[in-house]
Structure formats: structure tokens, C-alpha cells
């Protein structure tokens, strides 16, 4: 139940953050995915039945702050969480000797998830009949390289502060067995 409530909160901040952060990097009018960025981040930690969840609640918190279509944010937030897993599973088994390849595979993942994503927002478009040009797809290609570039740098983060805890653990565990032996 506690895992479930964490990813429900973590998916609410996310949505936060992607309705009212993402405006302040956006880049030629364009807003980076920060829901791509925190479900391939969070089926590192969560797997396949993690995204799978975190995907859906993201996507229905989404479609109640947008006047999208009903449940197309849903449906596409819970493939990419699901999916996002899978490919991981895949790029762990081509990548297995590299020594850094946590982040290529973020990269690739992000990369791959957004393009998804991004076509099926202009496939929405193009339904309700909404002009398509070059502007949409230079859109598309910003958002992607934005998305990628961001995964990477808060893969490096998350990163950071794994070591950094896993760092304390040690330090606390070696403190308590210095008392120990000079309280003989």
C-alpha cells in the first residue's frame, strides 16, 4: 500500500511540474515531457507493474488539468510506462558489457517514448482536422532533443544522490561498528 501511495504522490508532483514548471525551459516555445523523464526514470526503480501504474495515474491526472481528448493522455502515458520497461529489459541484454550504459539507455528509451508520444499527438491533431506543417514537426524534433537531454541530466542526478545515500549507509554502519568495538 505505501508503494502505491508513493507512486500516487509522485505522479501528482509530476503532473505539477509538467503543467506548471515545464513553461520556464521551454525552448522555441516548446516544453520538455517531464512525465517521459520521471516513468523511465521510475521503472529503473519500479519495473513493469510500476510504469504500468505510474503511466496510468500520471495520464489520468494529466487529463484532468488539459482539455485534451478524453483519455488520450491515459492511454498513452500508460503504454509508454509499460512499454518503457520492456525496452529497458532488451537494452540491458545488448548493452550488458558497456560500462555507462544506464545512460545511453535512458537516452535511446526518452528518445523513442517521446517520438511515440509526439506522433500520436499529431495524429490527434490531424483527426480534429488541424493544420499540419513544418512548424509541428520542428516542434516535435525540439521536444525530443529537450526530453532526451533532460533524462540524462537527471539520470546523472539520481545517480548522484544513489551514491551519495549508499555512501551514508556505509559511513553509518562503519561509526556503529567503531563504537562497538571501543565500548568493549
Known sequence: MTRFLKLFFLSLLVCV????VA??????????????IFLVLLTDEYGLFGGFVAGALVGLFYDTTTGYAPAINLVTYTFIGYISALIRGGLNNAFRKMKHKRFL??????FSMTMVREFVYIGYLFLVGAEQGYVTFFRMFVCVILTTVLVILAAAAVDL???TRQRRKEMRKKDAEFRRINIK
Do not use: G, S
Not at 17 to 20: C, F, I, S
Not at 23 to 36: E, G, L, N, S, W
Not at 105 to 110: L, P, Q, R, V
Open 23 to 36: 513553461r520556464y525551459f521551454r525552448i522555441f516555445t516548446v516544453a520538455p515531457d517531464f512525465m517521459i
Open 105 to 110: 539507455e535512458y537516452a535511446i528509451i526518452t
Open 17 to 20: 511540474l509538467q503543467t506548471e
Open 161 to 163: 544522490f544513489r551514491r
